[in-house]
């Protein structure tokens, strides 16, 4: 059978298992099945595959505004547990992590005009597009302060995606994601605490810590484990010798440790003895995540997919805990993160052309500033405890993001630079 009609005789059956659930559960259900459908269909349609994780976001929010109840509460235990939602990100992150090496700063050294072209747009042109669009659809405080979060972030590991099925300057994509997220405990902060500070209660050193527990102790404790592949003996007792004392540290603190320095010193100590104590924390995981890929070496080959797990799960909670705030702001919301992304998008490219970068460089700061890290918006939002509201921008984003940066990779990729050899 040709392929097209494989593709139809696929739709075909989709469409009529779909008739065949809406008659059983009404049309709500029917719908979850064909989304879900689709996400799983796609990933044997090689042109459309780069599309599949887009499915799959749009299946998760279906299922979630349709289904809420069943997504918030399994068997009385409520899904969107702080405790829960760290790890989840911290997964994330760890994905992300794994799939990032120290070598990828190094392109600081290699391309420093480039990085600094992407730093300096990634994390002016998103707030600020983001803090506009707040005033211009005059979203309620925390539904704005959202927008200006996601704006906010550090680019993500889908920036690097986007760079290499478009064939642009895929270093420095990498190199920007890896500055970024380490610069992300400092401006992501600062930019929420100048913008978004009249809107909800912002602490930059709250969220300050709240950033390295989410992403500098899980991306830390994986570049760790990268180090650790090529280390030197000398640097493998290093490393062994920091994590028994990191080890010995926090068992210190689980015994009793923590309640013994309550009384001892101020708030300020406390935190940065427990700032000390999550980036330990990284030591040990790292240490104890290679050793583990030494006996299972496909752990590192799943990462990614946990990752994905991770941000379903994510999305899912949040599109389920404030879907009554989006059905008010539903429209709005998703024409803004529209407008959000492209401009994003835009003036990461036209900026970049504007300060003399090649067009190869200038699309992947494109990518840079128009995809952000959703993963980390919505954790920071449920580290806030405003999920419902300050969580649905990053969800809506999420879906836009790859949408967008998908069509335009493969617009890219189509259109290649011949003037300048892709990295």
């Not at 003996?233 to 490393?239: I, P, Q, S, Y």
Request: aromatic share 10%; with cysteine.
């Amino acid at each position: 059978m040709y392929p097209l009609g494989k593709y139809i005789l696929g739709v075909i059956i989709a469409v009529l298992v779909a008739l065949g659930v809406s008659c059983l559960g009404g049309w709500q259900a029917a719908l979850v099945v064909l989304t879900l459908g689709l996400a799983v269909g796609l990933r044997f349609v090689p042109a459309l595959r780069t599309y599949q994780f887009t499915a799959w976001v749009i299946a998760v929010v279906t299922a979630a505004l349709i289904y809420p109840t069943h997504f918030l509460h399994v068997d009385g235990f409520d899904m969107r547990n702080k405790w829960v939602m760290l790890v989840a990100i911290q997964m994330v992150m760890f994905g992300m992590g794994t799939q990032m090496s120290l070598h990828d700063f190094a392109g600081v050294a290699k391309n420093p005009r480039g990085v600094l072209v992407g730093i300096v747009c990634h994390f002016s042109v998103m707030p600020l597009v983001g803090f506009a669009l707040t005033k211009i659809f005059k979203f309620p405080p925390e539904i704005g302060a959202g927008v200006i979060l996601i704006g906010s972030c550090s680019s993500g590991l889908a920036s690097n995606v986007m760079a290499y099925i478009a064939r642009s300057n895929l270093a420095l994509s990498v190199t920007v994601t890896a500055v970024t997220t380490m610069l992300a405990p400092f401006l992501t902060p600062l930019w929420m605490k100048l913008l978004a500070g009249t809107m909800v209660e912002v602490s930059f050193v709250k969220m300050m810590i709240e950033i390295v527990k989410i992403m500098i102790v899980p991306i830390g404790a994986a570049l760790l484990h990268d180090y650790l592949k090529r280390a030197s003996g000398r640097g493998w007792r290093v490393v062994l010798l920091v994590t028994a004392l990191a080890l010995g540290w926090l068992g210190f603190l689980a015994l009793g440790g923590w309640g013994w320095l309550l009384g001892l010193v101020g708030d300020g100590a406390l935190s940065v003895i427990g700032l000390g104590g999550f980036l330990l924390s990284a030591v040990v995981i790292g240490t104890s995540y290679h050793a583990l890929t030494l006996r299972l070496a496909w752990l590192d080959r799943i990462m990614p997919t946990l990752a994905i797990v991770g941000i379903l799960y994510v999305t899912a909670m949040t599109t389920a805990a404030g879907r009554d705030n989006l059905f008010k702001v539903g429209v709005c919301l998703v024409i803004a993160s529209g407008l959000h992304n492209m401009a994003g998008f835009c003036l990461g490219y036209f900026l970049s052309r504007g300060v003399g970068l090649d067009k190869n460089s200038a699309r992947s700061v494109a990518f840079e500033v128009g995809l952000q890290n959703g993963g980390m918006a919505s954790g920071l939002a449920s580290a806030m405890g405003k999920l419902a509201t300050v969580g649905l921008a990053p969800a809506i984003f999420i879906v836009w993001m790859n949408v967008g940066g998908s069509i335009l990779a493969n617009y890219w990729r189509k259109r290649p630079v011949d003037s300048v050899k892709p990295e």
